[in-house]
C-alpha cells in the first residue's frame, strides 16, 4: 500500500463512527420522533445482524488468504516468515507477486473489516442511546441435537429393517 492510500484509510476509519451516527440519526428520524421505538428495534436489530453477518465472512475470507499464502510459502520449501519483500530480495520475482497480491488482499479485507467493525460498533451505540437497553443478538429456540440425532439414527434403522421402501401416503 502506499503511503497516499493509508492516509486516506487512516482519515476514513477515524471518521466512520460519526458518519454512521448521523446516518442513522437521519434514517431513523421519523420514527423517534413519532415514538415508533418498536421498528427501530426491529429494523436496526436486523441491519445489526447483517453486519455481524459481514464481519464474519470477512474474517472467514481473511482465513482463506492466509491459507493461500502459506500453500504457496509451503509450495516452494520457504520458511513461515517469507513474505513479498523478502522474496524479491532473494531474487523471486514470480514468487514476491504472487505473495504481494495475497497480501494486498488480506490487507483490503482486513481494512474492510475494520470499518465494519466500527459501524457495528456505532450501529449498537445508537440502538442503546435510542432504545435504553443493550442490542442482544436475536437466536431462536436451540435444537436438542441429541434428539435430533437419535431420531435420524431410528430412521436409518427403519429404511434397513423395511427395504428401504415407504408405503405410499397417497394412493
Excluded: C
Excluded at 19 to 46: C, Q, R
Excluded at 134 to 143: D, Q, T
Amino acid at each position: 500500500m502506499t503511503t497516499k492510500t493509508n492516509d486516506k484509510r487512516t482519515n476514513t476509519l477515524a471518521n466512520k463512527r460519526q458518519a454512521v451516527l448521523t446516518a442513522l440519526a437521519v434514517e431513523y428520524k421519523p420514527e423517534i420522533t413519532s415514538d415508533d421505538l418498536f421498528n427501530i428495534e426491529v429494523d436496526l436489530g436486523s441491519a445489526i445482524a447483517r453486519t455481524d453477518y459481514r464481519i464474519k465472512s470477512l474474517k472467514d475470507k481473511i482465513d482463506a488468504v492466509d491459507r493461500q499464502l502459506q500453500a504457496i510459502v509451503d509450495s516452494t520449501g520457504g520458511s513461515r516468515g517469507l513474505t513479498s519483500e523478502k522474496a524479491m530480495m532473494q531474487n523471486l520475482e514470480v514468487l514476491g507477486n504472487q505473495l504481494k497480491r495475497h497480501e494486498n488482499t488480506r490487507a483490503n479485507y482486513e481494512y474492510s473489516l475494520e470499518l465494519l467493525t466500527i459501524k457495528r460498533l456505532a450501529q449498537t451505540d445508537f440502538y442503546k442511546q435510542t432504545l435504553s437497553k443493550v442490542y442482544i443478538p436475536y437466536s431462536s429456540k436451540a435444537k436438542d441435537v441429541e434428539k435430533s440425532k437419535s431420531e435420524r439414527q431410528y430412521a436409518i434403522q427403519w429404511l434397513k429393517e423395511n427395504g428401504h421402501e415407504l408405503e405410499p401416503v397417497i394412493k
